[in-house]
Nanobody, 126 residues
């Protein structure tokens, strides 16, 4: 089992920034892709970003490209999501996830991920 704990959420004004972090523990995540998803009230969980084990390969949802960046530290077993120029429509619970498999640009469905964190709330006020 892999345990994931997210942190860094909060309330921010539109145009502001937040940095989310996800710490993995338990079973190793070596070789696995890691991703971020979000879920707004009444909506399905949606893909935000995914990163390969090496950190070289990344893919982000069109809605966040140019504003969000994903990175990981395999020594600390963490994956971060830097969110800039936040908009009210970014308001959601953000989840970290691990896929027991290699990276692919098409790793955008929640069903492709095996472990999930409990989520952290991000609220962007207008």
């Amino acid at each position: 089992q892999v345990q994931l704990v997210e942190s860094g959420g909060g309330l921010v004004q539109a145009g502001g920034s937040l940095r989310l972090s996800c710490a993995a523990s338990g079973r190793t995540v070596s070789g696995y892709a890691m991703g971020w998803f979000r879920q707004a009230p009444g909506k399905d969980r949606e893909f935000v970003a995914v990163i390969s084990w090496s950190g070289v390969l990344k893919n982000l949802a069109d809605s966040v490209k140019g504003r969000f960046t994903i990175s990981r530290d395999n020594v600390k077993n963490t994956v971060d999501l830097q969110m800039n120029s936040l908009k009210p429509e970014d308001t959601a619970v953000y989840y970290c996830a691990v896929r027991r498999g290699y990276y692919s640009d098409t790793n955008q469905s929640p069903s492709q991920y095996d472990y999930w964190g409990q989520g952290t709330q991000v609220t962007v006020s207008s």
